[in-house]
């Protein structure tokens, strides 16, 4: 019985603290996650987009004449995929200017824009990228073998310069 009532205590107090959690406290453990638009990591995170998009321009027009592979151009796909991979979660965790110019921080917010506004871009580039970024692995001994498809998805991935 008196474990019982001990139990009972414990969830009694666990209950309230969890209650005494205000929207304001929450919203301050957001605060921390979600970045200002103007600040200087996301500036960095997107000239470095900038410059992988830049990169895309160039090489990926190369790649039309079939170039041989190389540790470089296999180092700098494999990285940019993954940069844009994570740049859908840092997008995700990213304010943004409203249209009436205000500061929007509000994460609800900030994910019904994205999904509005650049989730299909990145889904379009980046699940097929991973695809056959994938199947690149087992078809290094039949390299003929679906290299039109690789090459079309390598174009789509074109699209991100609208983020320019």
């Not at 200002?36 to 027009?61: E, Q, T, Y």
Request: neutral net charge; contains cysteine; aromatic residues 10%.
């Amino acid at each position: 019985r008196n474990h019982k009532r001990i139990m009972m205590r414990i969830e009694d107090r666990s209950r309230s603290m969890v209650e005494d959690v205000s929207s304001d406290e929450r919203e301050s453990c957001w605060s921390r996650i979600i970045a200002k638009p103007g600040s200087n990591f996301r500036i960095a995170w997107d000239l470095a987009g900038g410059f992988l998009i830049m990169i895309d321009m160039i090489v990926i027009p190369l790649n039309l004449f079939d170039p041989p592979p190389s540790v470089i151009s296999a180092f700098l796909d494999w990285f940019a995929l993954c940069f844009w991979t994570i740049n859908i979660g840092a997008t995700l965790t990213a304010g943004y200017i409203g249209k009436g110019g205000d500061l929007i921080m509000e994460p609800r917010k900030i994910v019904l824009h994205y999904l509005r506004t650049w989730f299909i871009i990145d889904a379009v580039v980046v699940i097929p990228d991973w695809v056959f970024g994938i199947m690149s692995f087992g078809m290094e001994e039949d390299a003929d073998a679906g290299s039109d498809s690789f090459k079309l998805v390598r174009i789509m991935r074109l699209a991100r310069t609208i983020r320019l």
